[in-house]
């Protein structure tokens, strides 16, 4: 069993900066790939980053160049830097991985961009 924290959601004017961490704990393992998900209200979950194990990265075309995604393989931890931050970037963020076969969800952390 897998479970993830997520916390550093807030308020941020546009423009502002962000930082969200994921934590995953329950059990000695080693987690593959660990990503972030965001959900706006009336709308589909969406990808916004993925990292590897190994460091390789990948990211919706809509956050590239403002997103950055990091993460502790020793606390098994991942980050999401987020700069340059749109109100359409406003949406609840869901931290994600997979282990063991199954798919395993953050309770999500809101993050409001005002304009």
């Known amino acids: 069993q897998v479970q993830l924290v997520e916390s550093g959601g807030g308020l941020v004017q546009a423009g502002g900066s962000l930082t969200l961490s994921c934590a995953a704990s329950?059990?000695?393992?080693?987690?593959?790939?660990m990503g972030w998900y965001r959900q706006a209200p009336g709308k589909q979950r969406e990808l916004v980053a993925a990292?590897?194990?190994?460091?390789?990265?990948n990211y919706a075309d809509s956050v590239k160049g403002r997103f950055a995604i990091s993460r502790d393989n020793a606390k098994n931890t991942v980050y999401l830097q987020m700069n340059s931050l749109k109100p359409e970037d406003t949406a609840i963020y869901f931290c994600?991985?997979?282990?063991?076969?199954?798919?395993?969800w953050g309770q999500g952390t809101q993050v409001t961009v005002s304009s």
């Open positions: 990292i590897t194990r190994g460091g390789i990265t």
């Open positions: 994600n991985t997979d282990y063991g076969g199954y798919y395993y």
């Open positions: 329950g059990s000695s393992f080693r987690l593959n790939v």
